[in-house]
C-alpha cells in the first residue's frame, strides 16, 4: 500500500495499555495542578444518562487516549502562557491565549466518546449532534495531529469566525490581507463597540429608550438545555482560559438556576415540575422583553 492509505489494523497498532499506563503516570501531578477536570456530573439534570453509563466525573465522558491528549494539550498551554507571563502579557496575546483555549474546547467537539462517525458524509459528527448526552456502541475521533486536519483544522475554523467578526465591525479588514494590516490611504475609524456579559432581564448599565435594534435568538422553551450542556466545555476552560480571564470563571459549573429555558430539574421532586419549569420560563423571558422595551427607542426596530 503507498503511504497515506489505510490498511487493516493489526494486533501491535493496539496500545491501550501504554496509553492507560502514562495516563497512570500523569494523573497525580495533573489532579495536584488542577490540569482536568474533576467536577462531577450533577445529579439533577435532565439528561443522567452519563451517570447510568458510570461516568460521574465530566473527564469520564473521554476515553483514557483523549483523556491524555487533553491532559497534555492544557499542560502545554500552561507552560506558554507561564512563559509569556514572565515577558508580560500584553492585551492582544491575552486575546490570542483565550482563542487558543477555544481552539482546544473546539476539538473536544469531536473526540469524546459521544462524538461518531456520520456514514452519510465520511466525517466524524461532533459530540452534540443531537443536542444531548447521547452514546452509541462505538465512537470516532479526529485525530489531532495529522497535519491540515486535528488543531490544524480546529485552528482555521477559529480564526474564520475571529474574521467574520471582525468584519462586522471593520469592514476594511475584507480588503487587508491579515487582520492587523493597515488598508487604503486613509485610516479606517471603527464605531465604538461595547460587549456586556450580563443578564438580558437587568440591562442596567443601558439607558432608556437609547438602542436603535434589538436582535435575539432567544432559547426555544425546553427544546436545549443550554447549560447543562455547556458544562461539557466549561470545566476544560476553566482550566485554560480561566487562566487568563478568571473573572468569567469563578463558578464550579454553569448557572443553571438564571437561566432562561424550561428546565424541568430546577423543579425536580415538586409536583408538577414540567408545568413549573414553562411558567418560570415563560416569567423569565416576560422579564427580559420588558427590558428590551424599555433600553429600544419608539421607532426601533426588533
Known amino acids: 500500500m503507498g503511504p497515506g492509505l489505510p490498511r487493516a489494523l493489526r494486533p501491535e497498532d493496539d496500545n491501550s495499555a501504554a496509553i492507560k499506563a502514562r ?15 474533576d467536577e462531577r456530573f450533577p445529579e439533577q439534570t435532565n439528561d443522567d444518562r452519563p451517570i447510568q453509563y458510570g461516568m460521574p466525573f465530566w473527564r469520564d465522558l473521554f476515553s483514557p487516549r483523549q483523556l491524555l491528549g487533553y491532559g497534555t494539550a492544557v499542560e502545554v498551554f500552561r507552560e506558554l502562557l507561564e512563559e509569556e507571563e514572565r515577558r508580560g502579557l500584553s492585551d492582544l496575546t491575552r486575546a490570542a491565549f483565550v482563542y487558543l483555549a477555544v481552539v482546544l474546547d473546539k476539538m473536544l467537539n469531536y473526540n469524546s466518546r459521544m462524538s461518531v462517525w456520520m456514514p452519510t458524509r ?44 471582525v468584519t462586522l465591525i471593520r469592514p476594511d479588514a475584507k480588503m487587508a490581507k491579515d487582520l492587523f494590516s493597515a488598508v487604503g490611504p486613509v485610516a479606517y475609524t471603527p464605531p465604538p463597540l461595547t460587549l456586556s456579559c450580563t443578564s438580558a432581564d437587568a440591562m442596567d448599565h443601558i439607558a432608556d429608550h437609547s438602542v436603535d435594534v434589538v436582535i435575539m435568538d432567544p432559547p426555544y422553551y425546553d427544546n436545549v438545555m443550554y447549560a447543562e450542556l455547556s458544562d461539557f466545555f466549561y470545566v476544560w476552560l476553566k482550566r485554560t482560559a480561566g487562566r487568563v480571564v478568571p473573572d468569567l470563571f469563578t463558578r464550579s ?21 414540567k408545568a413549573l419549569a414553562g411558567r418560570d420560563y415563560q416569567s423569565r423571558m416576560k422579564g427580559i422583553f420588558a427590558e428590551c422595551s424599555r433600553v429600544l427607542k419608539s421607532d426601533g426596530i426588533t
Not at 495516563?23 to 477536570?37: C, D, Q, R
Not at 430546577?266 to 408538577?272: A, D, E, L, P, R
Open 253 to 273: 459549573l454553569t448557572d443553571k438556576d438564571n437561566e432562561a429555558v424550561a428546565n424541568p430539574a430546577k423543579f425536580s421532586g415538586q409536583k408538577g415540575a
Open 122 to 165: 465520511e466525517v466524524v459528527a461532533n459530540t452534540f449532534n443531537r443536542h444531548d448526552f447521547a452514546f452509541c456502541w462505538t465512537h470516532a475521533e479526529m485525530a489531532p495531529l495529522i497535519v491540515g486536519l486535528g488543531y490544524d483544522w480546529a485552528i482555521e475554523q477559529t480564526a474564520k469566525c475571529i474574521k467574520e467578526l
Open 23 to 37: 495516563l497512570a503516570e500523569k494523573m497525580p501531578e495533573w489532579e495536584a495542578l488542577n490540569f482536568v477536570p
